[in-house]
């Protein structure tokens, strides 16, 4: 008897220690909490469901770290540089030869870069220097940024004119050349505050005239 | 082009035959006549040694003979041959090329380590127009890569106007092969921009070693004179340490071709020198002659019989001269200041 009368009770108890409101997670409250829950219900008169959901609540993230996550940082794919053998191949293309040897001995290498540094071509820094400075831009340096960085082309490893003015040399016209200099000159102009540098503007210059030129 | 002929020995090199081979094949031309094998003498060949019937061959004569071989031996002789042939047209192409940049590139100079010509030389050496090479200019301005003022072409205002650096050179070279339509055009502009840059360093090299034969002329016309004045008869010794010069009857400037012969130097004091110069002729730069040397040692130095005489017969041995246009020098007689 005492077993079926005090069993129903037990149900009904458990039934609510357990029911969690609305989208609460089932988390079991002890004895003691429930009798805080009671004791705090009577004497500060709050709703004792509103106690429960708190208390529910501590249980499942007291131990979470309260610190707001960082954003996730996507990394930049990582762009697989050219080969040496790739560049090799470009640059040997240009020239229209078969082998280092024959490079070497090309008229037209020879007159193409007679006024750069002596090359070292046992190193894949000359062979990037002749990629730049006769093929395009390396992967990995397009939309450089930084000093020197221009429309995403550095002015001082390439030049490549047209890319840094930001425009087409099928169809831009001496107004657009002349507005894209004003524009860039505005920026780097040397009197400028903060973003206006000598080098970066004398290079401009360079560019601007090489463009304007009267052939 | 004129008509390309291969010497036997080159033919055999070149087929990588025995010279017996090539006897026993042209035997064998020789011996039936009317047959599908002929050779014909002014054609395909001319003798070169009526004794030993030595010849030369034009080019249609070597490829009969690479075409018989081949026909007999089963060897691949006609892409020998034709190998040959292709590579020394290519090579007779390019000395027309380098002989024209060296007639036309009087106007050579270095600026900031770089070579640079004239436009108008230029536009010689392209075999071009004004208006073309501007057209090609104005193409190359169009491309990825365009002419950049500095590396590529330079205002020389001390020159009177726009210079092209090799580079710049190389790049317009790209420009005129790729848009003439002529083959000959395509392969002259595209030589000119394979061979400009050796033909620049060997004119820097003559130009260089020129200055030092004219220095080596002046020290042994001072050696044959004595050291000694030849107007005054002034000896350098190393008590006076006098300081001598070597003065040229046909001057640098005007008759540069004579400045480093010995015969065309005589040893004065530079008091004489200076005199003859300026107070005589008005001016260093003004050329002078044998003639306007002797005018004045006969007109100063009338006592002097003996260098009279020795004027006289330098003279004789140098013969007479017409000055070179001073505005156009040939590039060989530039001074070595302006390619160093």
């Not at chain 1, 930084?146 to 040399?169: E, H, Q, S, T």
């Amino acid at each position: 008897m005492t077993a079926t009368k005090t069993r129903p009770k037990k149900v009904q108890q458990s039934t609510e220690s357990t029911t969690v409101k609305e989208n609460m997670s089932k988390i079991t409250l002890n004895q003691l909490v429930q009798n805080e829950i009671s004791r705090l219900a009577k004497v500060q008169g709050l709703d004792t469901a509103t106690l429960r959901a708190f208390a529910q609540f501590v249980v499942e993230n007291h131990k979470k770290d309260s610190k707001p996550k960082p954003p996730k940082v996507v990394k930049p794919e990582k762009v697989k540089p050219l080969t040496l053998a790739q560049l090799k191949k470009a640059i040997f293309g240009y020239f229209a030869v078969k082998d280092v040897k024959e490079l070497k001995k090309s008229g037209s290498f020879a007159m193409a870069t007679s006024g750069m540094e002596k090359l070292d071509f046992s190193k894949k820094d000359g062979w990037e220097k002749l990629y730049r400075k006769f093929i395009g831009v390396l992967p990995g340096e397009e939309n450089e940024t930084g000093y020197g960085c221009i429309n995403g082309i550095n002015i001082f490893k390439y030049d490549l004119v047209w890319k840094a003015f930001g425009l087409d040399p099928e169809t831009a016209t001496s107004e657009d050349i002349k507005s894209a200099y004003r524009e860039l000159s505005k920026v780097y102009h040397p009197d400028i505050p903060n973003t206006g540098d000598a080098q970066v503007f004398a290079r401009l210059n360079v560019f601007y005239k090489s463009l304007n030129q009267r052939f | 082009m004129a008509e390309l002929y291969i010497t036997s020995q080159k033919l055999v090199e070149t087929l990588k035959i025995a010279t017996q081979d090539l006897i026993e094949t042209e035997q064998f031309f020789d011996s039936i006549q009317d047959d599908e094998w002929e050779l014909t003498e002014g054609k395909d060949y001319k003798v070169v040694n009526k004794t030993s019937g030595l010849r030369e061959y034009t080019s249609s004569g070597a490829y009969t003979i690479a075409r018989y071989l081949e026909a007999t031996q089963k060897q691949t002789f006609w892409q020998r041959l034709t190998e040959w042939i292709t590579h020394t047209r290519e090579e007779i192409r390019k000395a027309f090329v380098k002989k024209h940049i060296l007639d036309n590139s009087s106007s050579l100079v270095k600026r900031n380590g770089l070579f640079f010509v004239s436009r108008s030389d230029l536009i010689a050496i392209f075999k071009t127009k004004s208006v073309y090479l501007k057209k090609m200019a104005e193409h190359t301005q169009t491309t990825q890569y365009p002419l950049i003022e500095g590396e590529d072409f330079q205002d020389l205002v001390d020159e009177g106007g726009l210079y092209y650096s090799l580079a710049g050179i190389e790049k317009l070279s790209r420009s005129f092969k790729e848009c003439q339509s002529k083959k000959n055009r395509q392969e002259w502009c595209g030589d000119v921009g394979e061979v400009a840059k050796p033909q620049v360093d060997a004119i820097v090299a003559e130009i260089q070693n020129r200055e030092k034969r004219i220095q080596s002329a002046m020290d042994k016309a001072k050696k044959r004179d004595g050291n000694t004045c030849q107007v005054t008869g002034q000896k350098k010794n190393h008590v006076n340490k006098l300081k001598l010069a070597a003065h040229h009857l046909y001057s640098q400037n005007g008759y540069p071709y004579l400045a480093d012969v010995e015969n065309n130097l005589l040893t004065l004091v530079p008091e004489v020198h200076e005199q003859f110069h300026q107070d005589y002729l008005g001016g260093t730069q003004k050329p002078c002659t044998i003639d306007d040397f002797i005018k004045f040692v006969q007109d100063y130095y009338p006592s002097n019989t003996r260098i009279i005489i020795w004027l006289n017969a330098q003279k004789q041995v140098l013969g007479n001269h017409q000055p070179t246009d001073q505005r156009k020098p040939h590039v060989l007689y530039l001074p070595a200041s302006r390619v160093m």
